[in-house]
């Protein structure tokens, strides 16, 4: 291969294993996965959140975060209990022990991207853009279903 390749694909390699670092470091410290940990900070955010409200505001399937919730759930992190005025809703919660989870857990590692990705010029961001749509047509990954979140093969519940 020439060294251009090689480039490519070393990098392609440091942000997966930088993923994964920082997955596994959230785990331990947390006991929670990326997506478990902006779950329960969108909770924190949105007021009197629906499954369906929070699923939107993490840009994932409404049966993925089904799954996720059941888990923060059955870990006393959230509740859900159907609202009062329309029982077709189903509200969530964080209790307190996931409030103080989410307050005291890192920040995901995408929020540290977007930091410094917002401070480039537009012409950088734009950039960048074009330059990764082509790398995930390359790895046929084009049609794939993804949130903005950074994770790596970790059990996304």
Same mark, same amino acid.
């Given at each position: 291969?020439?060294? !251009? ?38 909770? @924190?955010? !949105?007021? +009197? ?7 939107? *505001? ?13 888990? &923060?759930?059955?870990? @006393? ?6 609202? *009062?005025? +329309? ?6 919660? &964080?209790?307190?022990? @996931? ?5 005291? *857990?890192?920040?995901? &590692?995408? +929020? ?17 853009? /074009? /330059? ?11 049609? &794939?279903?993804? *949130?903005?979140? !950074? !994770?790596? @093969?970790?059990?996304?519940?």
């Amino acid at each position: 291969m020439n060294d !251009l390749q090689d480039e490519v694909l070393v990098s392609l390699r440091r942000i997966i294993r930088a993923t994964d670092l920082y997955s596994r470091k959230l785990g331990k410290r947390t006991g929670l996965t990326t997506p478990q940990l902006v779950v329960i900070q969108a909770i @924190g955010t !949105l007021r +009197d959140p629906t499954v369906s409200d929070v699923a939107k *505001a993490v840009s994932l399937s409404l049966a993925t975060v089904t799954t996720i919730l059941n888990r &923060l759930e059955a870990n @006393g992190l959230v509740h859900r209990e159907r609202s *009062a005025v +329309d029982r077709r809703r189903v509200i969530v919660t &964080l209790t307190e022990k @996931g409030e103080e989870l989410g307050a005291s *857990a890192p920040k995901p &590692l995408q +929020d540290s991207f977007v930091d410094r990705f917002v401070r480039l010029e537009s012409w950088e961001q734009h950039q960048i853009v /074009a /330059a990764l749509e082509r790398v995930a047509t390359m790895m046929d990954a084009e049609e &794939l279903d993804a *949130a903005p979140i !950074l !994770l790596s @093969g970790e059990n996304v519940f």
